[in-house]
């Protein structure tokens, strides 16, 4: 089966449009980690001198928070079309991956994992 020249380009057009912007996404979604790192590493550390500013004016200790990264959470995505969840299936096994189930009445309850 043969396509007219027009129609090639078209699609080979749209394919390198497409490429372009999954491409441009991941170096976004690269950009917001480096950004929320730093921004984690900051807030650590004012709450770490707040902290001592309130043991040096008060001499009462407090925890500071830490302020990490998740490491169960996947860190960057190699696609962005799969960091959608999948639900592709016909029964409820995906959706009980996701923490998602029903309750007794019929309702959806998320958090269920």
Do not use: C
């Not at 950009?31 to 902290?51: D, I, K, N, S, Y």
């Not at 998740?70 to 959608?84: F, K, M, R, T, Y």
């Amino acid at each position: 089966m043969w396509i007219s020249t027009a129609a090639w380009l078209k699609e080979r057009e749209d394919s390198i449009l497409l490429r372009l912007e999954r491409d441009t996404a991941i170096a976004q979604a690269k950009q917001q980690e480096t950004t929320l790192a730093w921004f984690m590493h900051r807030l650590t550390q004012v709450e770490r001198e707040r902290a001592q500013l309130l043991f040096n004016y008060t001499g009462v200790r407090t925890d500071a928070p830490v302020y990490e990264k998740d490491e169960q959470i996947p860190s960057g995505v190699d696609n962005p079309l799969n960091a959608l969840p999948s639900f592709d299936g016909l029964d409820d096994t995906e959706a009980a991956k996701q923490g998602i189930g029903w309750d007794e009445f019929g309702n959806i309850k998320y958090g269920t994992r």
